[in-house]
């Protein structure tokens, strides 16, 4: 499985995927069903490569790039209805405990700067729920966050190293701009006064305008020699 980096979750039928066999993606669910089962759409099947719980990962940490994570949606006691037979069912007791779980392992398998897709539908479980079972929000890049009429969402984590995500941005303090004052300070005037080289209104002797009797500073707007 060398140039398997790819996993699909839970790939059901796999109804998203523009290629249905990518080369290089593992498709897992914990079940199969033949063609047949869907009787509005006799030629769907739901046929893994490897008959898997996403709960329960048989595969070594840090092993994908890049996963996708479609989980049941509908809470339902029973699965004797197209829908269910289609995408699955949760528990009503416990599915919070299996999507948590479920992302859990796949947070697992995921390589570090890889990328996780989550896909959500809101028919039993609303989008803000949801995000706030799966948790790590500090690795949620983006995704359908505003409210929406569409119930279908997508969210895109990405797996930062815990050495990576905790830098800060340099802050800018009254320090570095002095800093960066002393490096304009370049010559002196020949009245004493220090000369800038480079300033935002005018090159040349900082107290010229009002002090230095040399007068020797050009404006920058026009380059007019004064």
């Known amino acids: 499985m060398g140039n398997k980096f790819i ?21 897992i669910d914990q079940r199969r069903m033949e063609k047949g089962y869907n009787d509005y759409l006799p030629n769907r099947e739901i046929n893994p490569d490897i008959i898997m719980d996403f709960k329960d ?18 809470v339902s ?11 699955g069912v949760l528990n009503k007791e416990n599915w919070k405990e299996d999507i ?12 570090d700067f890889g990328v996780l897709t989550f896909k959500w539908n809101e028919t039993s ?10 948790g790590r929000n500090e690795s949620l890049m983006y ?11 997508w969210f895109v984590f990405m797996k930062i190293p815990k050495t990576l995500s905790n830098l800060s941005p340099p802050v800018r303090t009254s320090d570095t701009f002095k800093s960066k ?16 080289l480079h300033n935002d209104m005018w090159d040349g002797c900082v107290e010229a ?15 007019k020699l004064i």
């Open 7 to 27: 996993l699909d979750a839970c790939c059901g039928a796999r109804m998203f995927w523009n290629d249905k066999h990518q080369p290089n993606t593992i498709f």
């Open 57 to 74: 990962l048989k595969f070594p940490d840090k092993k994908f790039k890049l996963i996708v994570m479609d989980p049941p949606h509908i």
């Open 77 to 87: 006691a029973s699965n004797n209805f197209r829908m269910a037979r289609d995408y």
């Open 100 to 111: 948590k779980k479920g992302f859990e392992e796949c947070w697992r398998v995921l390589d």
């Open 125 to 134: 479980i609303s989008r803000k729920e949801i995000l706030k079972v799966l």
């Open 143 to 153: 995704g359908n966050l505003m409210r929406s009429k569409i119930p279908t969402h």
């Open 181 to 196: 004052e002393e490096e304009l300070k370049k010559e002196i005037c020949e009245c004493g006064h220090d000369k800038y």
């Open 209 to 223: 305008s009002s002090k230095c009797q040399c007068k020797r500073f050009k404006l920058k707007e026009n380059r």
